[in-house]
């Protein structure tokens, strides 16, 4: 079983950074790919961003790209999602995923097998 616990959310000004961190227990973290998703509220769960186990391969929404990235420690079994020029759109409750076995879109909710609780991030504007 494996288990994820999201931190680093918070309220921001636009314009502001926030790193979240995604700390992973209960299995072999360096061969899962992991992505990130966010949900804001009375809106579907969207995919933010998406590292594969080989390779360290990044992959991220048009919404995101260029602000926000995607990266992993292995040794520490955590991903890390840096935020930066935030917007108040990007407010939302950030979810961390695992997927064990690459086997769909890394964009897409069903490839994951297990989910964090989540953590919230607000930008203000």
């Known amino acids: 079983q494996v288990q994820l616990v999201e931190s680093g959310g918070g309220l921001v000004q636009a314009g502001g950074s926030l790193r979240l961190s995604c700390a992973a227990s209960g299995g072999t973290f360096s061969s899962y790919d992991m992505g990130w998703f966010r949900q804001a509220p009375g809106k579907e769960r969207e995919f933010v961003a998406a590292i594969t186990w080989s390779f360290g391969k990044t992959y991220y929404a048009d919404s995101v790209k260029g602000r926000f990235t995607i990266s992993r420690d292995n040794a520490k079994n955590t991903v890390y999602l840096q935020m930066s020029s935030l917007k108040p759109e990007d407010t939302a409750v950030y979810y961390c995923?695992?997927?064990?076995?690459?086997?769909?879109?890394?964009?897409?909710?069903?490839?994951?097998?297990?989910w964090g609780q989540g953590t919230q991030v607000t930008v203000s504007s």
């Open positions: 995923a695992a997927d064990l076995e690459g086997s769909a879109p890394y964009s897409a909710l069903e490839a994951y097998d297990y």
